[in-house]
């Protein structure tokens, strides 16, 4: 899991995480402070270490970003819900 309390979408063969991992990481923290409307491409792409342009070799708008956190976001509640049953089914 990251800092941000999600897990990490992916990383390099390093190890090291993704440039695109990076852009969705910060753009979910920077939505979390200032919100998804105050957030522009710019900040998001400067908390990533790129520019705001560079972002959109990644994700095509802002909404794609947000749409993805909110598709792993539910993955994850899925999977400990599964985890839970699971566990519940075997005591």
Same mark, same amino acid.
């Given at each position: 899991m990251t800092g941000n309390g999600r897990e990490s979408t992916s990383t390099a063969g390093d190890g090291a995480p993704t440039r695109k991992t990076l852009i969705l990481d910060s753009a979910v923290q920077l939505f979390r402070k200032n919100g998804y409307e105050a957030t *522009? +491409?710019?900040?998001? %792409?400067?908390?990533? *270490? +790129?520019?705001?342009? %560079?972002?959109?070799?990644?994700?095509s708008s802002k909404q794609e970003i947000l749409d993805e956190a909110v598709r792993q976001g539910v993955s994850q509640v899925l999977r400990h819900a599964d985890e839970i049953l699971e566990g519940s089914l075997a005591a």
């Open positions: *522009g +491409i710019d900040e998001i %792409g400067a908390a990533a *270490g +790129i520019t705001g342009p %560079g972002v959109y070799r990644h994700y």
